[in-house]
């Protein structure tokens, strides 16, 4: 069963945890995960770029679904996503899940 959620009830938060590099084009972000925690409800407002940089087993539930996906992905292979998306990463595994993601900003 899925369970949707009121994303204008949700308290959303940043999209990683630190901002390495910003400039008119990008925005690159470092995302750490610790077992057993969440990152927290976020919006993806600009298209991006997932390199993960550790092997983790994650969790990523969407807001406007409630769907629950299990990506499985392969360190320093980018992943493509849309803007537009509202979720929460769970790490379900036994160690901590790295990765580096860059949002694509549009030109003006």
Known sequence: MTTKYDINTLKLGPIGDTVMFENDRMRVW????????????????????????????????????????????????????EAGEVHDLRNVGATTYRNILIELKRPD
């Open 30 to 81: 470092d995302f750490t995960v610790e077992p057993g925690k969440s990152k927290g409800w976020h919006k993806h407002e600009l298209p991006y770029v997932i390199i993960p940089m550790t092997d983790g087993e994650i969790e990523i539930e969407s807001a406007l679904t409630g769907q629950i996906e299990k990506p499985k992905s392969v360190i320093g292979s980018p992943i493509w996503r």
